[in-house]
Structure formats: structure tokens, C-alpha cells
């Protein structure tokens, strides 16, 4: 399969392998240890607090031993904070020991890197065993919503329509949202459970009491579910931070997060929480919330990062990160403290009829608690998406005018405009079939990278972890068949292709 300048010739080699994280390695771990203060702090709450004594039965649930997959969390992770230590330690011994000969060289900096992500490893991955006891106790459960869950995903992938995040990147982002980010917020919610009665049940006002409980088990829920997912937003920031180049990316990555964690809720809610009204949860989690509720919070979390990622000044960034992350904090408090109220009057509003407050009283309610942040991530990402436009538009214009045949002004045309893209795509897929279509592909993301490379290289305040274009544009060359400088093409061939 060839065509002028080799332009869908194959690459010659195999494809390069995903970057390997190295800048913000130790902020990553900063975060890790964040969680891991959180949980003590549960830890410590539940020693201290008051003994419950109440002849009373329904006190009972404030007593209930601990279930399996709690104290098994528990339990790596108190150990996993050994080994952190220990790696720690081994990690300070080792940095102290190698040549200062530049980041990622030689064995002293591989030594470096596998104590880092041992450490990240011993203090997260504990969080994963009680997502993994749902989802393995209820297989069926996750079949039935793994479809609606991979075309949600697909439509955020798909949202880009420039310059698209790889696929691994989101996937990750998506599995940190199914293990880790909802089994932070599970084991937080267990602890507050565990807790929260010695401290807050009043004999003499039991109403209040009550009442007390159940706003702070909505607080608490809302705090560390939303702090749980934006720690994989803000780890996945700090170890691929170049993917990140805007609001566009920033709340992709949200989204993705927020899914996995939807994932993992709406399993646990129909299967043990709330069994008997299965059908009633995947309705309101897998259809009506799918892209609210959680997607909505925690894209606007990543959106947050994303705007910091072209932020010069570190107050700029914590601000917009902060804002973020308490938004999404507050909404999500909001739409657990308000929901059954609410329910309670769509329920009153169709007379009790079940048929209409599902079909009209669930997306009602979604609209009043979880809308607003769905309509702030759409104008977000409309937002962020011509101003992509716009940068791409002038970095394309300067490499097409500086004739190094990495892009020319026809491709520059097509790669600014998805409809004419997407057309282009599927002449060649049935032309040269998968193939054809997997290297175009390839082509066009590695100009679009390299594009954005410069223009966020050149921008006013330009962040200075980006470094300088060259790579990518070999890269693009090699795609293209390439190996030398060579003048800008215009074959009529290409230009047919391209046309």
C-alpha cells in the first residue's frame, strides 16, 4: 500500500511504546499519601470513639461486626504503609548514591523510579479489593452495565475533536474510577458508618440525632467519593502531563474517572444496598445519570486541571484546581442531601403512579441536583474546544509556512476540520482497509500533537515542563516516509487524498 511521499506507506518499525511517566512522580505520591491520612484519620476516629450502650434494636446496625473485604482493606493497607516506608528509606539511600547524570539514566535512576511506583503501588492498590468483592459477587450485574457504560465512554473519547488523548491514558483514567477512586469512597463511608453513631446519637434528642447523621453521611460521602476521583485526575495530571493541554482533555479524563466510578456504584447499589429495586437504580444510574451526577462533578475536577495546565503562576493553578475540586465536593453533598426530598415531592407531583415519577420524576430531580454541572462541563468543553481551534489553526499555519513537510496547508485544512477528517478516514479504510486507517490515524494525531506542542511552547506564559517540537516532528516525517528535510509536497495525488 503506497501513495505519493509514502504519505499511507506503513511506518517503518513498530509503533513507539506509551511515554514513560517520569516528572511529578514524587507530587503523585504526595497525593497517595494524602488518601492514606484520610483513612488514619477513620482509623483513629473509630478507637476514640464514645461506647454506644442502647437497649434499643435498631442500634444494633451501629454495632455490626465488619465485613471481610473491610478489614482485608484495612489490613494491606496497614502494611502497605510498612513497605512504603521501607521504600522510602531505600528510595533516599539510593538518591543519595547516584551520580547526578540527568533524570531516567542508568541503573541508579531505574532503581529510583521502581521505588517511586512500588510506593504508589503499596499505598492504592489496597483500595481495590472491596470494588473487586462487588463486582466479582454480582457478574451478571456488571454485564448488563458494562454496554451502556462503553458508549458513554465512547462518546467521551469522541468528544475531542482535534487532538485526542490515547486510549490507554483513558482507560486508566477509567479503571482508577472502578478500583481505587470507589473504594476510597466506599471504605470512607464504612468508617463513618462505624463511627459517626458514638459520637452523634443523643438519647434525649433522638430526631436530631438523626437527622445530624444522616447530613454528615451525605457530607462525608460527598467529600471523599469526590476526593478519591480527583486524586486519579490529579495523579494522572502529574505523570502525563503533557497530554493534558487544556480544558478539553482535563474534563475528558474527569469524565472517564467519573464513569468508572458510576460503574462501580450503580453495581453495588443493585446488587447489595438496594436489591429489590434493581431495575429502579440501572434507570436512574446507567441511563438518566449516566453522563450527570458523577461525570458531571468530577469533569468539572478535571477541567480544573486542565485550565491550570497553561497557568504560569502557582496560586493561578491551586485556585482553579481548588475551585474545582470544592464544586464538585458541594455538588455532590447537595445531591445526596436533597434526593430524597425531592423524590418525595416528584412522588406527591404523579400521584404515586411508579410508571410516571420513573419516566418523568427521576430525570426531573437529576436536572435540579446534578444539571447545573452538566450544563457547566458542555459549555466548558465548547469553550475549550474553539479555543483549541484557534491555536491549532495558527501552530498549523506556521509549520505549513516553514516547509519542513511535517504538515502541508491541505493537511492543515483537513486536521481542522473533523467532518472533512472523518470523510477522509473512511475513503481510505475502504480503499486500504484497517491498516490504511490505523497509520492515517496515526499520521494525523502525531501532526495535531505536534501543533499543539508548539502552541503551547510559544504562548504567553508558556508552562515550562513543554518541551521543544523536534521530536514530533520527526515523528511525523517517519509516518510520512520522510527521512529527510524535503520541500513542502503538492502532488496532485496528495492533494487528492487530502481534497
Known amino acids: 500500500m503506497t501513495t505519493a511521499h509514502g504519505l499511507l506507506a ?7 511504546a506509551p511515554p514513560v511517566p517520569r516528572p511529578g512522580v514524587a507530587a503523585a505520591i504526595a497525593v497517595a499519601v494524602a488518601l492514606s491520612v484520610a483513612f488514619a484519620m477513620g482509623q483513629v476516629l473509630y478507637w476514640a470513639q464514645p461506647a454506644i450502650a442502647s437497649p434499643l434494636p435498631w ?41 547526578r547524570t540527568g533524570p531516567g539514566g542508568g541503573g541508579g535512576g531505574r532503581s529510583l523510579r521502581a521505588c517511586q511506583f512500588g510506593i504508589l503501588g503499596a499505598l492504592l492498590l489496597p483500595y481495590a479489593v472491596m470494588p473487586l468483592d462487588i463486582l466479582a459477587s454480582a457478574p ?23 487532538r485526542r488523548l490515547p486510549a490507554w491514558l483513558l482507560l486508566t483514567g477509567f479503571g482508577w474510577g472502578v478500583l481505587i477512586g470507589g473504594g476510597f469512597g466506599t471504605v470512607m463511608i464504612v468508617w463513618f458508618q462505624r463511627y459517626a453513631g458514638g459520637y452523634l446519637l443523643d438519647w434525649e434528642h433522638p430526631r436530631d ?63 447489595e444496598i438496594d436489591p429489590g429495586q434493581a431495575t429502579t437504580q440501572f434507570w436512574m444510574r446507567q441511563v438518566i445519570g449516566l453522563m450527570a451526577v458523577h461525570v458531571a462533578f468530577t469533569a468539572v475536577v478535571g477541567a480544573g486541571f486542565g485550565a491550570a495546565r497553561g497557568l504560569s503562576a502557582r496560586k493561578d493553578r491551586l485556585l482553579v484546581v481548588g475551585g474545582g475540586v470544592t464544586a464538585a465536593i458541594g455538588g455532590h453533598f447537595v445531591t445526596d442531601a436533597t434526593m430524597p426530598r425531592l423524590a418525595a415531592w416528584t412522588e406527591n407531583l404523579f400521584s404515586h403512579n411508579q410508571t410516571l415519577d420513573l419516566l418523568l420524576g427521576v430525570p426531573l430531580v437529576t436536572a435540579v441536583t446534578s444539571g447545573p454541572f452538566v450544563l457547566a462541563y458542555v459549555v466548558i468543553l465548547r469553550r475549550g474546544l474553539r479555543e483549541q481551534a484557534v491555536g491549532l489553526a495558527e501552530a498549523l499555519r506556521e509549520e505549513a509556512a516553514a516547509g519542513t513537510g511535517a504538515v502541508t496547508q491541505p493537511e492543515a485544512e483537513v486536521l481542522l476540520a473533523p467532518r472533512r477528517r472523518l470523510r477522509l478516514e473512511l475513503r481510505v479504510w475502504r480503499r486500504d482497509g484497517v ?14 500533537d505536534l501543533a499543539t506542542q508548539h502552541w503551547h511552547r510559544t504562548s504567553p506564559g508558556a508552562d515550562p515542563f513543554v518541551s521543544h517540537e523536534a521530536p514530533l516532528r520527526a515523528r511525523v516525517r517517519e509516518l510520512k516516509g520522510l527521512a529527510v528535510p524535503a520541500a513542502r509536497p503538492s502532488s496532485s495525488s496528495e492533494q487528492e487524498i487530502l481534497s
Open 140 to 162: 451478571l450485574v456488571l454485564l448488563m452495565c458494562l454496554p451502556t457504560t462503553a458508549l458513554a465512554l465512547l462518546c467521551v473519547h469522541r468528544v475531542q475533536l482535534y
Open 10 to 16: 506503513p511506518p517503518s518499525g513498530p509503533p513507539p
Open 209 to 271: 440525632a438523626i437527622r445530624s447523621l444522616y447530613t454528615l453521611l451525605s457530607l462525608n460521602a460527598g467529600t471523599f467519593s469526590e476526593m478519591g476521583k480527583a486524586a486519579g485526575v490529579a495523579i494522572l495530571y502529574l505523570l502525563f502531563r503533557r497530554h493534558f493541554d487544556g480544558v478539553v482533555s482535563g474534563a475528558v479524563v474527569g469524565a472517564a474517572v467519573g464513569l468508572g466510578f458510576n460503574l462501580t456504584e450503580t453495581v453495588r447499589f443493585m446488587a
Open 59 to 99: 442500634m444494633r446496625v451501629f454495632l455490626l461486626p465488619e465485613s471481610t473485604p473491610f478489614t482485608l482493606t484495612r489490613r494491606l493497607l496497614h502494611v502497605g504503609w510498612v513497605i512504603a516506608a521501607v521504600l522510602g528509606l531505600l528510595l533516599l539511600i539510593t538518591y543519595r548514591r547516584t551520580p
Open 435 to 448: 491498516a490504511g486507517l490505523r497509520h492515517l490515524s496515526r499520521l494525523h494525531q502525531a501532526q495535531l
